[in-house]
């Protein structure tokens, strides 16, 4: 049995409502390609990623940055509470074949940088157009199903040392 894609999706611990239901399109579409969606597991586009994930029957996977699970967002499945503060975003990033970067800060910023250092392809909605290396999408859907593509055309690459 193959692995499933993990697509993490990061971006702001708070947000708009505006920003908030495009990460839930986000996660929708994630679990509607039914990969498993990877994110901080806190609140703002992670907690909207994660809901509109677990309304279609996805997969969810908080990472959190301490050590209490009671903390995870209400759309979270499998909480690992890890104790590691800002650097659990080297985990959100390792986690995933390819990442969904939407509006945020420095932690997003510092995901991205460690995603793009691991070789995992990161797609951006309405943010980090000027990042190099990172590729820009029009919508949630096409941000995912681009994710998806990069991801499972990854894999199927022959593995370098």
Do not use: F, K
């Given at each position: ?23 839930e399109r986000v996660g929708a ?46 759309g979270i499945d499998i909480v ?50 000027s990042v190099d290396g990172v ?27």
């Amino acid at each position: 049995m193959r692995r499933r894609l993990q697509i993490s999706v990061i971006g702001a611990g708070t947000c708009s409502a505006e920003l908030a239901s495009c990460a839930e399109r986000v996660g929708a579409a994630i679990a509607s390609r039914g990969a498993v969606l990877v994110c901080g597991g806190l609140g703002g586009v992670m907690e909207a990623a994660a809901v509109g994930a677990r309304r279609c029957g996805g997969l969810t996977v908080g990472i959190l940055p301490g050590y209490g699970a009671e903390v995870a967002n209400r759309g979270i499945d499998i909480v690992i509470p890890t104790g590691l503060g800002h650097a659990r975003n080297t985990l959100v990033a390792a986690a995933a074949d390819a990442v969904v970067a939407l509006a945020g800060e420095h932690g997003t910023a510092s995901e991205i940088a460690l995603a793009l250092a691991l070789g995992r392809p990161v797609v951006a909605l309405d943010a980090w157009q000027s990042v190099d290396g990172v590729l820009i999408a029009d919508g949630p859907e096409e941000a995912v199903e681009t994710a998806v593509r990069l991801a499972s055309r990854a894999r199927r690459a022959p593995e370098r040392s």
